[in-house]
């Protein structure tokens, strides 16, 4: 009797837990259209006079509110966990960021992933934002949970563990660090969460805590802010390739991936893997979640009023070819899944389309091939399209090193596997 009940409470428990992750993003259950040229194209249209700066400015008024520029960031030393991550291929590091001054400030732990081939050249940067805590991503590790102290094994273990991978993917929390380290990448990862926190109210409340001007802006803003903030900071490390610094996020963070590649001196490239509305999907698309239903319910992620004035026809006056066109000639990996329909990968190609005429413009190749399953890693804009849904996979990986390996890691060479 007492193992039937306890089976019964795991099962409530496993639908409850399946209830508010399928909440989150619901399940694929039908196919992205693969026909562009019958749809919608963006507006307005871009030439070889498209000016990024007012391009930024437009999108901050209709859509993320200001850039946060002039928020004092500082970093600790880092504090090596393992000299011998990987048995002896690299090095795992620990370093705490701060953003900010005064009370309202921010701090948060970020973790290195460093190959040994950096002590004999400067390696490219993958710096990644995650949903979950490091203590998920670097399971089994002497890394430190948000509020500084150490963890104590994975945040995301048993059965909402089990559930997160089945849904998500295997990579949805743990990274493939033995895949990046020797592929000669430093791989850095931050919970974004840990900066600004995904919560309508919470998020407002630590923005204007943390400055008060510029206010009003927006989480997404922020978090795109943070990209650029450890990027910064991590250049200054002579292990790490300054100008081959590429910001990887997925789903909400590959939106602020876009936004710290369009308005960042310091992000060279960015993966945003299904990135959906505010990130590479049309604001205008009725396809999907669409950009309404996402401001409604995530009010924290956009600027202030932004579902209101859309239910009441305001808007959108900007498009996300404008951000995509805002980053060029700086190269875009835009992830993308057949059954991911709510992220609407048909209007990220059109919006890839449109930008493409930027990218042309700057004397880029920029999209390469015709179709949304016409996958060229080496393409400036690179859309890729896979089977399944909203997740990380292996597959996915693969993607981004093949796109990584065409942008930065062919100009390294093999890395180095003799070290003292």
């Not at 370093?95 to 390696?123: C, K, N, Q």
């Not at 997160?164 to 033995?178: S, V």
């Not at 895949?179 to 430093?186: I, M, Q, S, T």
């Amino acid at each position: 009797m007492l193992r039937a009940l306890k089976w019964i409470l795991l099962g409530l428990s496993g639908l409850i837990i399946l209830t508010g992750m399928v909440a989150c993003t619901p399940l694929g259950l039908n196919y992205a259209s693969l026909d562009y040229q019958t749809k919608p194209k963006a507006i307005p249209e871009l030439g070889p006079d498209f000016d990024a700066a007012a391009a930024r400015r437009t999108l901050e008024q209709a859509l993320y509110g200001p850039w946060p520029a002039g928020l004092a960031i500082s970093a600790t030393a880092p504090r090596l966990i393992e000299p011998d991550f990987l048995s002896g291929r690299g090095t795992l590091e620990e370093v705490l960021i701060t953003i900010g001054e005064g009370d309202g400030r921010r701090t948060f732990p970020l973790v290195l992933a460093m190959p040994r081939s950096a002590s004999v050249r400067p390696v490219p940067l993958l710096l990644s934002q995650t949903f979950v805590d490091n203590c998920a991503v670097f399971p089994d590790h002497a890394v430190s949970r948000a509020d500084g102290q150490p963890c104590e094994g994975s945040s995301l273990t048993g059965l909402v563990g089990l559930l997160a991978r089945q849904i998500f993917g295997r990579y949805i929390a743990e990274a493939p660090l033995e895949r990046y380290v020797d592929a000669g990448l430093a791989y850095a990862s931050f919970s974004g969460a840990s900066f600004i926190p995904d919560q309508d109210g919470a998020a407002q409340s630590a923005l204007a805590a943390l400055s008060s001007d510029p206010l009003p802006t927006s989480a997404l803003m922020a978090w795109a802010f943070a990209y650029h903030a450890a990027a910064e900071l991590l250049t200054t490390d002579p292990r790490i390739e300054s100008a081959s610094v590429t910001a990887l996020g997925h789903s909400r963070y590959g939106k602020s991936a876009l936004i710290a590649a369009a308005w960042s001196d310091q992000i060279d490239a960015a993966i945003a893997h299904q990135s959906g509305f505010g990130g590479a999907a049309s604001g205008r698309s009725k396809t999907g979640e669409t950009l309404v239903r996402m401001a409604r319910a995530y009010p924290h992620w956009v600027r202030p009023r932004l579902a209101a004035d859309l239910e009441a026809g305001r808007g959108p006056v900007a498009d996300q070819h404008m951000l995509l066109a805002a980053a060029a000639p700086k190269p875009l990996f835009l992830g993308n899944a057949r059954r991911d329909v709510w992220s609407d990968p048909n209007s990220t190609y059109r919006m890839a389309v449109a930008a493409d005429r930027t990218y042309e413009a700057a004397g880029r190749p920029g999209l390469v091939g015709d179709g949304l399953r016409d996958f060229h890693p080496d393409a400036d804009i690179s859309f890729w399209l896979r089977a399944g849904g909203h997740s990380v996979t292996p597959e996915d990986i693969d993607a981004f090193l093949l796109f990584l390996r065409a942008h930065f890691l062919s100009k390294q060479g093999s890395p180095e596997r003799e070290f003292p």
